[in-house]
C-alpha cells in the first residue's frame, strides 16, 4: 500500500493551506489528515476509480462549484484570501484539486468550515471521524467507522 508522507503532508502543504486561509488549529490540521487517509487512502488515489472525485480528498466536482458560486464568492474576506493566497482571480478548473495539493486542502477546509457545526475542540480520532462523517461523506457516504479509523491510525503513524 503506497501512501504519502502524512509528516511532509501535514507540514508542507495542510499548515501552510491553513495558514493562508487564517484557519489553522491543530484539530483543522487533524481533520484534513484524517480526510485524506480515509477519501484516498492517505493520498494513494487522485481521482475515483468509479465516480467523479477528484484529489486527495475527493471531492467532487459538483461539490467544488457549489463551494465556489454559493460560499467563496459570495464572502468578500474568503474571496480576497483565495485570489491573495492561490491565485484564484476566478473559479478554477475543478482538474487543480489533482495537481494542486495546497489548493485542495483550502477547498477541503472550506467545505467544513461552511458548515454551522463548530470543529471538534478535540483531536481525539472519534470526534474527528463524528465531524467528517455528518459534514464531508455525510450518511449516504460508503466509509465506516472501523476502516476510516484504521485508515487514519495507519497513515499517521
Known amino acids: 500500500m503506497s501512501m504519502m508522507n502524512c509528516a511532509q503532508l501535514r507540514e508542507l502543504i495542510v499548515k501552510p493551506a491553513l495558514t493562508d486561509l487564517m484557519m489553522l488549529s491543530d ?4 481533520l484534513m489528515i484524517f480526510t485524506c487517509a ?20 475527493q471531492m467532487e466536482p459538483a461539490t467544488y462549484n457549489d463551494l465556489w458560486q454559493n460560499y467563496i464568492n459570495n464572502n468578500h474576506k474568503l474571496m480576497l484570501l483565495m485570489t491573495t493566497n492561490f ?7 475543478e482538474g487543480r484539486l489533482v495537481y ?8 477541503c477546509r472550506l467545505h467544513y468550515a461552511r458548515v454551522s457545526e463548530a470543529l471538534p475542540n478535540t483531536t481525539e480520532t472519534d470526534a474527528l471521524w463524528n465531524f467528517y462523517k455528518a459534514h464531508y461523506n455525510t450518511s449516504l457516504g460508503a466509509a465506516t467507522h472501523d ?3 484504521q485508515k487514519f491510525l495507519a497513515f499517521k503513524s
Open 87 to 93: 491565485n484564484c482571480n476566478r473559479i478554477p478548473n
Open 147 to 149: 476502516l476510516s479509523v
Open 27 to 30: 484539530v483543522a490540521v487533524e
Open 100 to 107: 494542486d495539493l495546497r489548493f485542495a486542502t483550502a477547498m
Open 38 to 57: 480515509t477519501e484516498s487512502n492517505g493520498g494513494t488515489y487522485l481521482k475515483q476509480l468509479n465516480g467523479p472525485a477528484l484529489g486527495i480528498y
